[in-house]
């Protein structure tokens, strides 16, 4: 599998496991997991939705449990390991709600949802069967698209409905400074926005992915390598 690296230009060959292209999450495979630590989280601002959106730009998140007793730390297991790897590749020292969050490989095999009757207040939550998962599909265009954050967004799946100013106008409304906006040429399905900085589109990303444009349509966010 290629994965493009946006800060080196390069394009690398992420290693398959045992000759496996997707290893099975739960095995003990070698210098392999599906689980990743993440610490350095705004404690006030952080949801596990939150994080299995942001996540689930770079695979498909089954679950995350952020800890009780640790409020800035949390446990994201995503479906493949090759997916924990592009998640900490691009995600790792990156700002999150005012905080510069930190990305590693957890000992963990999968994160463990609460017994019954143990305190939990909500901040584990099991994402298996989410519709929003982008790599559903085998061989899923989403791959190809995978990018660092970056101030521009992708927009897709906008209906013919919806023009530049109301989309401008739903970002605006959530706190968000547009610079630039553009409509790809030869399909008014897809958009380029463009916010204030990288910090911001994150943010962006989180609260806009799924942003319901009409009856029938949800909006879908991803970082985009170009800018406008």
Known sequence: MYVYDTKTGKEFVL???????????G??????GC??????????????DALFTLFGVYGDVQR????????????IQMSEPQQAYLAQ???DKVK????????????????????????????????????LHRFKKPGSKNYQNIYAPSATLHLSNIPPTVGEEEIKAAFAEAGFDVK?????????KMALIQLDSVDEAIVALIKMHNFQLSDASHLRVSFSKSTI
């Open 15 to 25: 290693p398959d496991i045992r000759g496996m292209r997707y290893a099975v999450c």
């Open 27 to 32: 095995l003990q495979l070698p210098g392999a």
């Open 35 to 48: 689980v990743l630590l993440v610490s350095n989280l705004s404690e006030e601002t952080v949801t596990p």
């Open 64 to 75: 995350v449990k952020i800890l009780f007793n640790k409020k800035d730390t949390a446990l």
């Open 89 to 91: 590749t691009h995600l």
């Open 96 to 131: 999150l709600f005012g905080k510069q969050i930190r990305v590693m490989p957890s000992k963990h095999q999968g994160v463990q949802m609460p017994k019954e009757g143990q305190p939990d207040a909500g901040l584990t939550k099991d994402y298996s069967a989410s519709p």
């Open 180 to 188: 630039a906006f553009k409509f790809f040429p030869k399909d008014h």
